[in-house]
């Protein structure tokens, strides 16, 4: 069975400065990934999304991400945060179908002025 | 726009009582799903279903019921018999005929007192 593991509950970041958000899945074949971002009484939103070719992902809000088979992970990156991206971070991995998917604890980002 | 809908946004009930959530899409997705969310766990799989008239367990099922009457609807009973039934619930769906992403509703806050 597929996990995902967040190993940051929580990530505090000043207004500018770079993000990377961590991500280690465990899956016998190979994965798809996403990361979801989760602002506060809201629902998910997708941020990016995985499922083959190039390992570096670019997604929505400036966000990246790059899978690394080897390291089995899949880290989530901004070069510049903004006092917007304050919210929750999910990462999840699915499998051929929709009823595996599974999503990581996720890691609450807030973001200094 | 397509998209789902989760009503009511803040819903409040007494102790034994069974409370529905709504759930439509008009995405034409064949699969949705029921999450469940608590501060610090993630999201829980309470129910799925691939197709009308049918739907399965997830990992958090005792205590909720679901029925899959139309495409579009996907309603989750919360019963007297969930012991712990405070939380965040999320409504998601698929296309389901291959992996996709997950797209979710706004989420309904139960409070039960």
């Known amino acids: 069975a597929q996990s995902v593991t967040q190993p940051d509950i929580h990530i505090t970041v000043s207004e500018g400065a770079s993000l990377e958000l961590r991500c280690n899945y465990s899956?016998?074949?190979?994965?798809?990934l996403f990361w979801y971002v989760q602002s506060p009484g809201q629902g998910l939103q997708l941020l990016l999304k995985?499922?083959?070719?190039?390992?570096l992902v670019q997604g929505i809000k400036g966000f990246e991400a790059e899978f690394k088979r080897s390291q089995s992970s899949f880290n989530l990156r901004k070069p510049s945060v903004h006092w917007s991206d304050a919210a929750e971070y999910f990462c999840?991995?699915?499998?051929?179908?929709?009823?595996?998917?599974?999503f990581g604890p996720g890691t609450r980002l807030s973001v200094l002025p | 726009d397509g998209g789902i809908t989760q009503s009511p946004k803040y819903l409040f009930r007494k102790e034994g009582q069974n409370v529905t959530l709504s759930c439509e899409q008009n995405?034409?997705?064949?699969?949705m799903y029921w999450y469940r969310q608590d501060p610090g766990q993630g999201l829980r799989l309470i129910y799925y279903?691939?197709?009308?008239?049918?739907?399965q367990k997830g990992d958090i099922a005792e205590g909720y019921s679901v029925s899959r009457e139309k495409k579009e609807s996907f309603p989750l009973t919360v019963t007297s018999a969930q012991k712990n039934p405070t939380a965040f619930y999320l409504c998601?769906?698929?296309?389901?005929?291959?992996?996709?992403?997950?797209?979710f509703g706004p989420g309904t806050r139960l409070t039960v007192t």
């Open positions: 899956y016998g074949a190979t994965p798809y």
């Open positions: 995405l034409n997705h064949d699969a």
């Open positions: 279903s691939q197709i009308v008239n049918d739907f």
């Open positions: 998601a769906s698929n296309p389901g005929t291959e992996l996709y992403e997950q797209y």
């Open positions: 995985y499922f083959s070719g190039d390992t």
């Open positions: 999840a991995v699915g499998a051929t179908h929709g009823q595996n998917f599974v």
